[in-house]
């Protein structure tokens, strides 16, 4: 079994920077993908930053693209998500997610992920 754990969340000021973990532990017996995703209250789950293995693929939404930089470090097993320049829209449960089928590449859609952390709460303030 696999486990996603994110950190970092918390209360920022619009404008502000906050930067997201993800810890993966347990049976990880292959190369994999990570995706982070953000859940705003009463609003649909969305995608926000893909990364492949190599870290050499990367994919970001139309509305973080340019503020939010994923990143991973796979000898630590983590991944990672600096977000500048934060918005009031920011505000959200963001999640990490683990995948296996084409781990050289990135997805942006949820049901291609296979593991799921519990999510972080970031709350942007203005």
């Known amino acids: 079994q696999v486990q996603l754990v994110e950190s970092g969340g918390g209360l920022v000021q619009a404008g502000n920077s906050l930067r997201l973990s993800c810890a993966v532990s347990?049976?990880?017996?292959?190369?994999?993908?990570m995706g982070w995703f953000r859940q705003a209250p009463g609003k649909e789950r969305e995608f926000v930053a893909a990364?492949?293995?190599?870290?050499?693929?990367?994919d970001y939404s139309d509305s973080v693209k340019g503020r939010f930089t994923i990143s991973r470090e796979n000898a630590q097993n983590m991944a990672y998500l600096q977000m500048n320049s934060l918005k009031l829209e920011g505000t959200a449960a963001y999640y990490c997610?683990?995948?296996?089928?084409?781990?050289?590449?990135?997805?942006?859609?949820?049901?291609?992920?296979?593991?799921w952390g519990q999510g972080t709460q970031v709350t942007v303030s203005s």
């Open positions: 997610a683990l995948r296996y089928d084409n781990w050289w590449s990135t997805t942006r859609k949820e049901y291609d992920y296979d593991y």
């Open positions: 347990g049976r990880t017996s292959r190369n994999y993908g």
């Open positions: 990364i492949s293995w190599s870290g050499g693929d990367t």
